[in-house]
């Protein structure tokens, strides 16, 4: 899997669109999972799929160690420039191939990075890769969309936005199992607008798929939850979190 090239533009407004998701929260929301389904105190966190490296940002200045892996570099650019004490690690790898010199206490997968992964034997080498680099009883916590949201949301339909001096329009293919993503960005700079486009494509992962790739890859299934709750999913959730750890056999 290599889309790194599809977001060398995108980089440069990432940030300026998602300013709404909140990753403070989000953070808070991973240590009270943590604290939930670990039975000792993580230090060093693998962020796969990092992006402009955010959550690896706040992470570690509540006092994690943290590695980000992500195979645009155009994203790590701007992650780096984000942290300038040089406490994290940044590693241009794809997340299906990354290697590490050693083991983490917990890896991350946020914001349906899990559903650009568009080949389910793909998803299995990150699942084969997570355990293998994964301690004893650490953790697996990732998102993904779910078939409500592809269906309902994003389904056929077409957007406009504008937004922090940047107009695009995002339009959506879904054919039950893949969502294909096509955006028009106009960015402003000074007074005229630059046009970026960018193609990108999502897999709706089933449950009964994850669960049978976590299995036969050592994995376990602690818990499925809606997103940022310790509820469980219902039919109207757009985005479930999963909690998966690697057994610890002593």
Known sequence: MDFSSSYNDFAIVYDRLTSDVEYEKRCDYLEQIFAKHMSFNPSLVADLGCGTGSVCSI???RGYDCIGIDSSDAMLDV?????????????????????LYGTVDVFLCMLD??????SKE???EIFSLVHNYLNPG??????????FKYETVLSDNTFVFEENDVFYTWENCFDGEFCDFRLNFFVKDGKN???????????????????????????????????????????????VFYVVKKPDYK
Do not use: W
Not at 196 to 203: D, T
């Open 59 to 61: 992470l570690s200045s």
């Open 193 to 239: 607008y630059r046009r970026m486009e960018e193609e990108h494509s999502q897999r709706y992962h089933s449950h009964d798929e994850i669960s049978s790739l976590l299995a036969s890859n050592g994995l376990t299934l602690e818990a499925v939850y809606s997103e940022l709750s310790f509820e469980n999913p219902d039919d109207g959730d757009q985005r």
């Open 122 to 124: 793909e998803v299995g």
């Open 138 to 147: 650490g953790l697996f916590v990732f998102d993904v969309n779910t078939l």
């Open 79 to 99: 992650a780096v420039k984000k942290n300038d004490d040089g406490k994290i690690l940044y590693l241009n790898q794809d997340m299906c191939e990354f290697e």
């Open 113 to 118: 990075s899990l559903n650009y992964v568009t």
